[in-house]
């Protein structure tokens, strides 16, 4: 492929993203397909000759979009925003075409610095304490992740490098196999996944508290299970703290956690993947009280932030912790300006890193911190506006408390009628939500994720959610039903609806009026 013919490609594919979005309210939010459609679409081998662009390009559609979850449909309310926008996707596509790999400053001394500045910036923007940012005198500083996962993994590793040279020093007669054998750490029952994950990949044994009725967890019931284990000779060495958990957006209370890791010298990790997008808004700020008791703090811009994946800020009071624990040194990797910039593979599990920065500079330049403020506050007002669906119908009650962008509601009574309900909503593919559970309760979460959902996309949820709980409780006899569904999926004239309805009511045997049909 030579420029000219890259151009041509280049601006059909923007074409194609920009009618994809524009349409995106149209197509399903869930595919339609089975595990294995794709292998009866394409070949079993690499193609032999070289084939078109344009036969690439449409294949998009006949291949990839079949089997396509639409994350950044109106109507994809599950999990957790996925979020993209135009500067996002423009400033991927020239890190994509730069194509540099800044793992030091040397290899690319802007990859670096521009990171640093934007890192700053960011931290800023969220009111951070200045020991986290690099333009303090002080080793804090910001670095740019792939996912909140590995930001969690990282601080574990970093946490247990730490502990294992405090107690050397302390008990010189102890291996270090032994201490690290003792080492423990401990989060939330309502923690995500990936915390879990870092205790397995990490070694080191992970407690989940339990939270209390606000889904949060407490001082109190962090101290009970520190000192627990400090008397059968255990070895506290890691707290990860939620600032927005996955299953209701709860808080862990900081302000508690906090100063019972800093006396005991555990490391505290504030996971806000989520949440942490909404502290540009002063109005949240005080849902990160006892922020600055942490040693690390993170949070995505590629979820509620308008930065495309993968772009998880992370942020330390002292890098060297991390530079200790992931240091190693080549002939090759070695440069004279080593130590006025950070080296940034020091500060991170691989040793490549991508330049996620230029995207952050994109976008907070073309949003401004108003703009991205106003888009905070207007999906919060989304979810405000579907809440009081829910509030306003007695078939239905809110199982938290409303936070951000995430409302969570189940039907009342048991268990049943929510799950009868989530399969229903799932099955039409109308809208796409998730569940959770909380105490044995089954729920229902509703995210407001896309930009571009506005206030019929909520309706129309709405709309959806309201008459598949309708069915449940006032189900319609089978036979209605074909007529229905029959209609419904037709695409005659209003003329013949009335013939259609006379041909059903032969076909399944109905003797009774048909139903009414609005």
Not at 278 to 305: I, T, Y
Not at 316 to 341: C, M, P, T, W
Request: glycine share 6%; net charge negative; charged share 25%.
């Amino acid at each position: 492929m030579d420029t000219d013919e890259f151009r041509e490609f280049g601006k059909a594919a923007v074409d194609y993203l920009a009618d994809y979005t524009d349409t995106l309210r149209e197509r399903p939010v869930i595919p339609n397909v089975e595990p294995g459609y794709l292998g009866r679409l394409i070949p079993d081998e690499a193609p032999e000759k070289p084939e078109s662009w344009q036969e690439v390009l449409g294949d998009v559609e006949r291949v990839i979009m079949p089997g396509m979850t639409h994350w950044n449909s109106p109507q994809f309310h599950g999990y957790f925003p996925s979020a993209v926008s135009y500067p996002s996707i423009v400033a991927e596509m020239l890190s994509a075409g730069i194509g540099c790999l800044g793992f030091s400053w040397m290899t690319s001394p802007v990859c670096t610095e521009l990171e640093v500045t934007m890192m700053n910036w960011l931290g800023k923007m969220l009111g951070l304490p200045e020991q986290f940012l690099n333009c303090t005198k002080g080793p804090g500083g910001g670095v740019i992740q792939s996912s909140a996962s590995v930001a969690t993994f990282v601080g574990l590793l970093a946490a247990k490098e730490r502990t294992t040279r405090r107690m050397m020093k302390l008990h010189p007669d102890w291996s270090e196999a032994d201490i690290k054998a003792k080492l423990i750490a401990y989060t939330s029952d309502q923690a995500n996944s990936s915390v879990e994950k870092a205790g397995l990949l990490g070694s080191m044994p992970m407690r989940h508290l339990p939270s209390d009725e606000h889904c949060r967890l407490r001082g109190s019931t962090l101290l009970e299970a520190i000192e627990k284990d400090e008397r059968e000779g255990l070895i506290p060495c890691y707290v990860v703290a939620t600032l927005g958990t996955t299953g209701t957006c709860a808080h862990d209370c900081l302000e508690e956690l906090g100063p019972i890791c800093n006396d005991k010298n555990v490391w505290l990790h504030v996971d806000a993947a989520y949440a942490g997008a909404a502290f540009v808004c002063p109005e949240f700020r005080h849902l990160m009280s006892g922020v600055e008791f942490a040693d690390s703090f993170d949070f995505n811009p590629h979820k509620w932030l308008l930065v495309n994946f993968d772009c998880s800020a992370m942020w330390v009071k002292d890098s060297r912790y991390l530079v200790e624990a992931f240091n190693v040194d080549r002939i090759y990797l070695a440069h004279e300006k080593e130590g006025q910039q950070p080296d940034y593979r020091h500060w991170q599990i691989p040793l490549g890193r991508r330049f996620r920065a230029l995207k952050l500079w994109f976008v907070m330049r073309m949003y401004g911190v108003q703009g991205l403020q106003n888009y905070i506050r207007h999906t919060v007002n989304l979810a405000k506006q579907f809440e009081g669906y829910i509030r306003n119908d007695d078939r239905f009650e809110i199982v938290t408390e409303v936070t951000m962008a995430l409302v969570c509601f189940r039907m009342k009574g048991d268990n049943s009628n929510t799950r009868e309900l989530l399969d229903k909503l799932l099955a039409r593919r109308k809208i796409y939500v998730i569940a959770a559970t909380y105490r044995e309760k089954l729920f229902i979460r509703f995210v407001v994720c896309s930009s571009l959902c506005e206030a019929r996309d909520m309706e129309f949820a709405w709309k959806e959610v309201s008459e598949r709980a309708t069915e449940i409780l006032n189900p319609v006899p089978q036979q209605d039903v074909a007529v229905m569904s029959a209609i419904e999926s037709s695409k005659e004239p209003a003329t013949n609806i009335a013939t259609m309805i006379k041909d059903l009511k032969i076909e399944h045997g109905l003797k009774e009026k048909a139903p009414k049909i609005s």
